[in-house]
């Protein structure tokens, strides 16, 4: 089976995350399926899409190894595919959703997730910064203050504590955790097709605002970030299982 697979099951789009040996980090293959999955226009009996994950993890992330060859592009690029899929996408969050996996989670329009899940941006841990249309997606979900404790902080938040904040939709405990997400899946596909698709439209319309801030010199200054010496050794740390020496170059 392939790293990323998807099929059309009656109304719904099943998209399954599949490299559990890898913790579901995103590799520049999973990247471009993913992508794909959501490119693809829903064929007119879908009401709705679903991202679940194999394994005990969610998603962690971009992986490491190979996020040097890949850039910010083509995650911005997949998310954004999520992001504007025409009809509501449902993430079913079973465990950790760190970096890229929160991300991956947070485009969706709902998360119904594990009691025993967490969601984190860790890499102020390992020197590197969001891009801009990641941050942006934090500020419009979780609001200022959460953004800044999410990014500065770098420790994952439990599930619960998202829910109680309004950033996620449902959790319930481990075991109930599929009929909870089947549930909410049921009543999308109960609910007027184009309702839904004027709604997702409408909503992605009006929180466009944060686009025509101009930002070229916050995206010169993420990049020299990335570049940089700390990147280089937090990434190599964090590989070798060792604690970081960060020297502000």
């Known amino acids: 089976m392939a790293k990323v697979d998807w099929r059309i099951d009656g109304a719904v789009r099943r998209v399954l995350l599949n490299r559990p040996e890898k913790r579901n980090a995103l590799d520049a293959e999973m990247l471009e399926l993913l992508a794909a999955a959501f490119i693809a ?10 991202i679940t994950a194999a394994g005990p993890v969610f998603c962690a992330g971009l992986d490491l190894r190979a996020r040097s060859e890949m850039g910010a592009s083509p995650i911005e690029r997949m998310l954004h595919a999520v992001e504007t899929y025409p009809l509501p996408v449902v993430a079913v969050v079973q465990g950790d959703a ?13 998360v119904i997730a594990s009691s025993a ?12 910064v969001p891009s801009w249309f990641l941050a942006k997606k934090l500020l419009e979900v979780a609001g200022p203050a959460t953004t800044r404790k999410i990014l500065f902080l770098g420790e994952p938040l ?9 950033i996620i939709a449902e959790v319930v405990e ?44 916050v ?6 970030v990335r570049q940089s010496a700390d990147a280089k050794e937090g990434m190599a740390a964090r590989l070798e ?5 960060f020297a502000g170059r």
């Open 41 to 50: 226009p829903p064929q007119p009996e879908e009401r709705a899409a679903v």
């Open 117 to 128: 899940a967490r969601f984190g941006m860790s890499l102020a841990q390992i020197g590197l």
């Open 158 to 166: 439990p599930a619960r504590r998202l829910y109680e904040l309004g």
């Open 98 to 110: 760190i970096a890229g996996g929160n991300e991956l989670a947070l485009h969706c329009d709902l």
């Open 219 to 224: 995206d010169r200054f993420l990049a020299e």
């Open 241 to 245: 299982k060792r604690a970081p020496r």
């Open 174 to 217: 481990p075991d109930r955790l599929e009929a909870a997400a089947e549930g909410v899946l049921a009543r999308l596909v109960a609910n007027a097709p184009l309702s839904l698709k004027a709604m997702k439209l409408l909503l992605l319309r009006e929180m466009k605002f944060r686009d025509g801030i101009a930002h070229d010199d």
